[in-house]
């Protein structure tokens, strides 16, 4: 079946390292993968965007990879703070009618 | 900056009972989208519009109705709510094309009992 997995156990890093979240996928040739992050209570964050024939984008402390052989995106934090920390969503664009299918997310928690 | 506009925030139904989440978005965006959340899964797409006067099942729609008002408004409709309609909904926006993402509102708690 087609499916997105991302780690359902949440991520403990220690404040300034870096954090690596992943995004794998079967069955799909996404045109694009995005990002978001997600605090409690509240809607996701549109963060950041990768196309399919990119390899790697950029924003601030940001890093996100997309690796269409091995179906996987990585989404990289440096420097992580404490304020890093909250759930964390890939998406994929898998049709033209732009739609979304979404994993089911990562916890972050970065301690002090 | 409002973005996305979601009404109620909480809200508890008994079995049987209906009522409308509403949505608004004031970017201009040409697409607007109705998904729910449930604990361990991704969010699912119950309907979404690509532009005004247009709107299509998404992957969850059954027990649902939507409506398309103008390009700002966007509402969904449970007629006759039921437990398994218990989640958080959320309603979003995009361009029609995703470089930039989608919006998305702070979301509408729905707990039917």
């Known amino acids: 079946s087609q499916k997105i997995e991302q780690n359902s156990e949440a991520l403990n890093i220690q404040e300034g390292k870096t954090a690596t979240l992943t995004c794998n996928y079967t069955?799909?040739?996404?045109?694009?993968l995005q990002w978001y992050r997600q605090d409690p209570g509240r809607g996701p964050v549109f963060l950041l965007l990768?196309?399919?024939n990119e390899k790697e984008k950029r924003k601030e402390r940001l890093k996100v990879t997309f690796d269409t052989t091995l179906k996987q995106s990585l989404f990289h934090i440096t420097a992580s703070q404490p304020a890093d920390s909250a759930t964390y969503l890939c998406a994929l664009e898998v049709d033209s009618n732009y739609q979304l299918i979404w994993g089911a997310g990562t916890k972050l928690i970065i301690k002090p | 900056n409002a973005g996305v506009t979601q009404t109620p925030k909480f809200q508890v139904l008994k079995t049987g009972q209906s009522m409308t989440l509403q949505c608004a978005q004031d970017m201009n965006h040409n697409s607007m989208y109705w998904y729910r959340q449930d604990p361990g899964m991704g969010l699912r797409l119950i309907y979404y519009?690509?532009?005004?006067?247009?709107?299509d099942k998404g992957e969850v729609p059954n027990g649902y109705n939507v409506s398309r008002l103008n390009k700002r408004e966007f509402s969904l409709r449970l007629e006759s709510a039921a437990p398994s309609q218990t989640s958080v909904y959320f309603c979003?926006?995009?361009?029609?094309?995703?470089?930039?993402?989608?919006?998305f509102g702070s979301g509408t708690r729905l707990t039917v009992v």
């Open positions: 519009s690509a532009s005004e006067g247009t709107t």
């Open positions: 069955n799909y040739s996404p045109a694009y």
């Open positions: 979003a926006s995009s361009e029609s094309q995703t470089s930039y993402g989608y919006t």
């Open positions: 990768i196309r399919e």
